[in-house]
C-alpha cells in the first residue's frame, strides 16, 4: 500500500482554519468596500441573495467555473484515469460540460418568463401551486445535500491521507469557515472570493502540467513521450479490463462509456437542481447570461481533462510496481498519490491547497444557494409572508450556519457507513435525475400541467430506485455497498431516473396540455418589498451606479439616499454595468432574449455533438490506440485549452470590469488622503 501522508496534523488544521479566516477577513473587506464606494449594500436582501442581478458575464463564468469544479472534479476525473487511461478524462469533462451548455438555454428562459425570481422554487410555486412546491423542495434540498456531502467527503479523504487530520474534524470545520464568510460578504462577495479560488486552481493545473510534462531530469517524467511509454509499460503490467488490448491510450473503453453516460445523466440533475446554477442565472445581466454561460462550459472543460490527463494518467506511470489499493482509489487519492511522488512535500501541499479551494468555493456555493431556498421558499413563503428585507438577510445569515451544521452531520454519517466519494458520486444521478425534465419544462414549456410535474419527477425517482436495486441483486447477486456502488447497478438507475421522469412529464403534457400565461411569472417580485434598496426605498435605476461630483461634501445613489462618499466626477460601479438599463428586465429587447435562446439552442445542439459524438465515438468504434503523435497532440490539445479558459476566467472580468475599479481606485484613494 502506497504511503501518502507527508505531512502532521498540524497542516491539516492550520490550512482549513487559517486559510479559511483569511477568505473571511477578505470577504469582509470586500463588503466594507462595497457598502462604502457602491449603492450596492449587502444589508439589502436583493443584493446579498441575487448580487442585484447585475453581474458581468466574465465574472459569472468564473463562478460558474468555480462552483461546478468540486474536490469530486479533481480527485474523480484523475480516479477515472487511473482507472481507464485517457478515456476517463474525456468522458469526465464531455459528460459534465454539457450541462452548463444545455443550463443556458434555462438561463434565457429564466430571463424572459420569470426575471426578478430569486429561485427556480418560486416560479414552481407561482406556476403549479403549493404541492408540487413542497414536491420540489425536497428535489433541491436533495440535490444540495448530496452535493455538500461529496464536497466534505472528497477534501477530508485528502486532508486525512495527506496529513492524518480527523475526517470528523474536517468535516465540520470546513463548512463553518466557509459560512463565516458567505455570511459577511452574501452573492456578489462570493463571486469575487470565487474568482480568486479560480485564479489559483488555473495556476495550480498549469504548474503541475507544465512540471510533469516539460520537467526535464528533475522531473519523474519528465516529457510527453516518457508518459506515453510509462502508460504502454503500465497495459502489460496491468491491462485495463474492457480497454482495447487492455491499453491505457484508447477511447476504446467499455466501463469509461458507462462512466460518461452516467455522468452525463447524473450532472443534469446536479445542475438543473441545484439553485447554486439558478442563482448564477438570476444574478447575470439578461442581455449576457448566455453568453455567461456558454463561456462558463468552455472554460470548465480543461480543468478535469487537462488536470486528470496529468494527474490521473501520472498516478499510473509513477505506481506501476506499487498500485494503489482499490479503497485509495475510491477515496479518489489518485491525484494526491501523483502529487506526492511528482513533487514530494511540495506538490502535496500544492495539491492541497487547490482541493482545499475547490472544496471551499463550492461549498460557499452551496451555502448560499440552500440560503436562498430556506430563505425565500419556506421562511417568507410559509413561516412570514410579509418578512421585510432586512429580516431576510437575517433569515439568510442564521439559514447559512444550519446548513453548514447539515452538511456536516450528512458527511460524517456517509463516512461512517463506508460511503466513499466514489459510491455517492455514481448513485446521485438516480436520486435526482427524475426531477430534470419537469423542471426543465418548468421555465420553457407552458404546456405541462401540475401533474406531469409532480409525476414525472416521482416516478423517475421510483423507478431509479428499483432498477438500482434489482439490477445490484440479480447481476451482483446481493445488496451491499460495493454491488450498489457497481458499474452496472448505477448506470441501469441513472438511466432509469431520468429517462422515466422525461417520458412520464412529456406523455401527460401531450395528454392534458395546459396553456400557462407567462405574465404570471413574470410578475414574480414586482413591486415586493424584497426588491427594495437599502434604506427600503425602491430605487428608480438598477445599477450600482453612485454620482459623484468634485468638491461635494454628499453624493445621491440611484434611490435617491445621500449617503455614500464623494468620488471624482464619473460614476462608479463594482463589477457591474454602468448601463442604466442593465438591470430593468421588463425593459430588455425581446427579440435580444430570443436572439440569445437561438445561440444556446444551436451551441448546445453542436457542442454535444462535437464533444459527445463527432469526436468520441469514432475512436471508439475503431478500437484505435493512440500512438505517440497523437498522444503528444492529445497532451498539447489539454494545454492550449486549458490557457483559453485561464483567459476567460483570469483576465476577462478585470477587462470587463476596468474602468470599475479604476475610478473605485481613484475613489479610496482620495479618501484616504483625507480629500471629501
Given at each position: 500500500?502506497?504511503e501518502?501522508?507527508?505531512?502532521?496534523?498540524?497542516m491539516g488544521?492550520?490550512?482549513?482554519?487559517g486559510?479559511?479566516?483569511?477568505?473571511?477577513?477578505v470577504?469582509?473587506c470586500?463588503?466594507?468596500?462595497?457598502?462604502?464606494?457602491?449603492?450596492?449594500?449587502?444589508?439589502?436582501?436583493?443584493?446579498?441573495?441575487?448580487?442585484s442581478r447585475?453581474?458581468k458575464?466574465?465574472?459569472?463564468?468564473?463562478?460558474?467555473?468555480?462552483?461546478?469544479?468540486?474536490?469530486?472534479?479533481l480527485?474523480?476525473?484523475?480516479?477515472?484515469?487511473?482507472?481507464?487511461g485517457v478515456?476517463?478524462?474525456f468522458?469526465?469533462?464531455s459528460?459534465?460540460?454539457?450541462?452548463?451548455?444545455?443550463?443556458?438555454?434555462?438561463?434565457?428562459k429564466?430571463k424572459?418568463?420569470?426575471?426578478?425570481?430569486?429561485?427556480?422554487?418560486?416560479i414552481i410555486?407561482?406556476?403549479?401551486?403549493?404541492q408540487?412546491?413542497?414536491?420540489?423542495i425536497?428535489?433541491?434540498?436533495?440535490?444540495?445535500i448530496?452535493v455538500a456531502?461529496?464536497?466534505?467527503?472528497?477534501?477530508?479523504?485528502v486532508l486525512?491521507?495527506i496529513?492524518?487530520?480527523?475526517?470528523?474534524?474536517?468535516?465540520?470545520l470546513?463548512?463553518?469557515?466557509?459560512?463565516?464568510y458567505?455570511?459577511?460578504?452574501?452573492?456578489?462577495?462570493?463571486?469575487?472570493?470565487d474568482?480568486?479560488h479560480?485564479v489559483?486552481?488555473f495556476?495550480?493545473?498549469?504548474?503541475?502540467?507544465f512540471?510533469?510534462y516539460t520537467?526535464?531530469?528533475?522531473s519523474?517524467?519528465g516529457?510527453?513521450?516518457?508518459?506515453?511509454?510509462?502508460?504502454?509499460?503500465?497495459?502489460e503490467?496491468?491491462?485495463?479490463?474492457?480497454?482495447e488490448?487492455g491499453?491505457?491510450?484508447?477511447l476504446?473503453?467499455n466501463?469509461?462509456?458507462?462512466f460518461g453516460v452516467?455522468?452525463?445523466?447524473s450532472g443534469?440533475?446536479t445542475?438543473?437542481l441545484d439553485?447554486?446554477?439558478?442563482?448564477?442565472?438570476?444574478?447575470?445581466?439578461?442581455?449576457t447570461?448566455?453568453?455567461?454561460?456558454?463561456l462558463?462550459g468552455?472554460?470548465w472543460?480543461p480543468?478535469p481533462?487537462?488536470?486528470?490527463?496529468?494527474?490521473?494518467?501520472?498516478?499510473?506511470?509513477?505506481?506501476?510496481d506499487?498500485?494503489?489499493t482499490a479503497?485509495?482509489v475510491?477515496?479518489?487519492l489518485?491525484?494526491?498519490a501523483?502529487a506526492t511522488?511528482?513533487?514530494?512535500?511540495?506538490?502535496?501541499?500544492?495539491l492541497?491547497?487547490?482541493l482545499?479551494?475547490?472544496?471551499?468555493?463550492a461549498?460557499?456555493?452551496?451555502?448560499i444557494?440552500?440560503?436562498s431556498?430556506?430563505?425565500?421558499?419556506?421562511?417568507?413563503?410559509?413561516?412570514?409572508?410579509?418578512?421585510d428585507?432586512?429580516?431576510?438577510v437575517?433569515?439568510?445569515?442564521?439559514?447559512?450556519?444550519?446548513?453548514a451544521?447539515?452538511?456536516?452531520?450528512?458527511?460524517?454519517?456517509?463516512?461512517?457507513a463506508?460511503i466513499?466519494?466514489?459510491?455517492?458520486?455514481l448513485?446521485?444521478?438516480?436520486?435526482i435525475?427524475g426531477?430534470?425534465?419537469?423542471?426543465a419544462?418548468?421555465?420553457?414549456?407552458n404546456?405541462?400541467?401540475k401533474?406531469?410535474a409532480?409525476a414525472?419527477a416521482?416516478?423517475?425517482?421510483t423507478?431509479?430506485?428499483?432498477?438500482?436495486?434489482?439490477?445490484?441483486?440479480?447481476?451482483?447477486?446481493e445488496?451491499t455497498?460495493?454491488?450498489t456502488?457497481a458499474?452496472?447497478s448505477?448506470?441501469?438507475?441513472n438511466?432509469?431516473?431520468?429517462?422515466?421522469?422525461?417520458?412520464?412529464s412529456?406523455?401527460?403534457?401531450?395528454?392534458?396540455?395546459?396553456?400557462?400565461?407567462?405574465?404570471i411569472?413574470?410578475?414574480?417580485?414586482?413591486?415586493s418589498?424584497?426588491?427594495m434598496?437599502?434604506?427600503?426605498?425602491?430605487a428608480?435605476?438598477?445599477?450600482?451606479?453612485?454620482?459623484y461630483e468634485e468638491?461635494?461634501?454628499?453624493?445621491?445613489s440611484?434611490?435617491?439616499?445621500?449617503?455614500?462618499?464623494?468620488m471624482?466626477?464619473?460614476d462608479?460601479?463594482f463589477?457591474a454595468?454602468?448601463?442604466?438599463e442593465?438591470l430593468l428586465?421588463?425593459?430588455?429587447?425581446?427579440?435580444?432574449?430570443?436572439s440569445?435562446y437561438?445561440?444556446?439552442k444551436?451551441?448546445s445542439?453542436i457542442?454535444?455533438?462535437?464533444l459527445d459524438?463527432?469526436?468520441?465515438?469514432p475512436?471508439f468504434?475503431?478500437?484505435?490506440?493512440y500512438?505517440?503523435?497523437?498522444?503528444k497532440g492529445?497532451?498539447v490539445?489539454?494545454i492550449i485549452?486549458?490557457?483559453?479558459?485561464?483567459?476567460i476566467c483570469?483576465?476577462?472580468?478585470?477587462?470587463?470590469?476596468r474602468e470599475?475599479?479604476m475610478?473605485l481606485c481613484?475613489?479610496m484613494?482620495?479618501d484616504?488622503?483625507?480629500?471629501?
Amino acid at each position: 500500500m502506497l504511503e501518502i501522508q507527508v505531512f502532521g496534523q498540524s497542516m491539516g488544521y492550520g490550512m482549513v482554519v487559517g486559510v479559511g479566516l483569511f477568505f473571511a477577513v477578505v470577504m469582509a473587506c470586500i463588503s466594507m468596500v462595497q457598502n462604502r464606494y457602491t449603492s450596492f449594500n449587502t444589508h439589502s436582501s436583493e443584493e446579498f441573495n441575487t448580487a442585484s442581478r447585475s453581474v458581468k458575464p466574465g465574472l459569472i463564468a468564473s463562478g460558474i467555473v468555480s462552483a461546478w469544479t468540486w474536490a469530486a472534479t479533481l480527485l474523480q476525473s484523475s480516479t477515472v484515469a487511473y482507472q481507464y487511461g485517457v478515456a476517463g478524462p474525456f468522458w469526465y469533462a464531455s459528460g459534465a460540460t454539457m450541462q452548463i451548455i444545455w443550463f443556458s438555454i434555462l438561463a434565457v428562459k429564466t430571463k424572459q418568463n420569470a426575471p426578478r425570481a430569486h429561485t427556480y422554487l418560486e416560479i414552481i410555486h407561482t406556476r403549479y401551486g403549493t404541492q408540487a412546491h413542497i414536491v420540489f423542495i425536497c428535489f433541491a434540498l436533495m440535490t444540495n445535500i448530496i452535493v455538500a456531502s461529496e464536497l466534505l467527503l472528497g477534501g477530508s479523504a485528502v486532508l486525512s491521507a495527506i496529513t492524518g487530520m480527523s475526517v470528523y474534524a474536517a468535516n465540520f470545520l470546513i463548512p463553518i469557515v466557509v459560512a463565516i464568510y458567505v455570511a459577511l460578504g452574501g452573492l456578489r462577495a462570493t463571486f469575487l472570493c470565487d474568482y480568486s479560488h479560480t485564479v489559483i486552481l488555473f495556476i495550480v493545473i498549469l504548474y503541475f502540467v507544465f512540471h510533469t510534462y516539460t520537467g526535464g531530469a528533475g522531473s519523474k517524467i519528465g516529457s510527453i513521450s516518457e508518459m506515453w511509454h510509462l502508460l504502454e509499460r503500465a497495459a502489460e503490467v496491468t491491462p485495463v479490463a474492457g480497454n482495447e488490448g487492455g491499453s491505457y491510450l484508447t477511447l476504446k473503453s467499455n466501463f469509461a462509456l458507462i462512466f460518461g453516460v452516467i455522468q452525463l445523466c447524473s450532472g443534469s440533475g446536479t445542475v438543473f437542481l441545484d439553485q447554486g446554477y439558478w442563482q448564477r442565472a438570476i444574478a447575470s445581466k439578461p442581455e449576457t447570461s448566455v453568453k455567461a454561460y456558454l463561456l462558463g462550459g468552455l472554460a470548465w472543460y480543461p480543468i478535469p481533462f487537462a488536470f486528470a490527463t496529468t494527474m490521473g494518467l501520472g498516478a499510473v506511470a509513477l505506481t506501476i510496481d506499487n498500485p494503489l489499493t482499490a479503497s485509495q482509489v475510491s477515496s479518489g487519492l489518485a491525484a494526491p498519490a501523483a502529487a506526492t511522488l511528482l513533487l514530494g512535500k511540495l506538490g502535496a501541499g500544492t495539491l492541497l491547497l487547490c482541493l482545499f479551494m475547490a472544496v471551499t468555493s463550492a461549498a460557499s456555493a452551496q451555502l448560499i444557494a440552500v440560503s436562498s431556498i430556506l430563505t425565500f421558499d419556506i421562511w417568507k413563503m410559509y413561516v412570514r409572508k410579509n418578512a421585510d428585507g432586512p429580516e431576510l438577510v437575517k433569515v439568510s445569515h442564521i439559514m447559512i450556519g444550519v446548513f453548514a451544521i447539515v452538511m456536516a452531520v450528512f458527511a460524517c454519517i456517509w463516512h461512517s457507513a463506508g460511503i466513499d466519494l466514489g459510491w455517492l458520486f455514481l448513485v446521485m444521478g438516480l436520486l435526482i435525475g427524475g426531477a430534470v425534465f419537469p423542471v426543465a419544462y418548468t421555465v420553457t414549456w407552458n404546456k405541462q400541467p401540475k401533474i406531469a410535474a409532480i409525476a414525472g419527477a416521482l416516478c423517475g425517482l421510483t423507478a431509479g430506485l428499483t432498477s438500482w436495486l434489482v439490477v445490484a441483486k440479480c447481476y451482483y447477486g446481493e445488496i451491499t455497498v460495493e454491488s450498489t456502488g457497481a458499474n452496472y447497478s448505477t448506470l441501469a438507475g441513472n438511466l432509469a431516473a431520468i429517462g422515466t421522469g422525461a417520458i412520464v412529464s412529456t406523455t401527460l403534457t401531450f395528454l392534458k396540455p395546459e396553456n400557462f400565461d407567462w405574465e404570471i411569472t413574470r410578475a414574480i417580485g414586482r413591486n415586493s418589498n424584497i426588491q427594495m434598496g437599502h434604506g427600503g426605498v425602491v430605487a428608480t435605476a438598477p445599477t450600482a451606479v453612485v454620482n459623484y461630483e468634485e468638491g461635494n461634501s454628499r453624493s445621491e445613489s440611484p434611490n435617491g439616499i445621500n449617503e455614500k462618499p464623494s468620488m471624482p466626477e464619473k460614476d462608479v460601479t463594482f463589477l457591474a454595468s454602468t448601463e442604466p438599463e442593465a438591470l430593468l428586465e421588463e425593459d430588455v429587447d425581446p427579440a435580444l432574449l430570443h436572439s440569445a435562446y437561438n445561440w444556446a439552442k444551436w451551441a448546445s445542439i453542436i457542442m454535444t455533438l462535437v464533444l459527445d459524438v463527432i469526436i468520441p465515438l469514432p475512436l471508439f468504434f475503431s478500437h484505435y490506440k493512440y500512438s505517440e503523435g497523437f498522444f503528444k497532440g492529445w497532451v498539447v490539445i489539454s494545454i492550449i485549452w486549458t490557457f483559453v479558459a485561464a483567459f476567460i476566467c483570469v483576465l476577462l472580468p478585470i477587462w470587463e470590469s476596468r474602468e470599475a475599479i479604476m475610478l473605485l481606485c481613484r475613489g479610496m484613494k482620495k479618501d484616504m488622503s483625507g480629500g471629501r
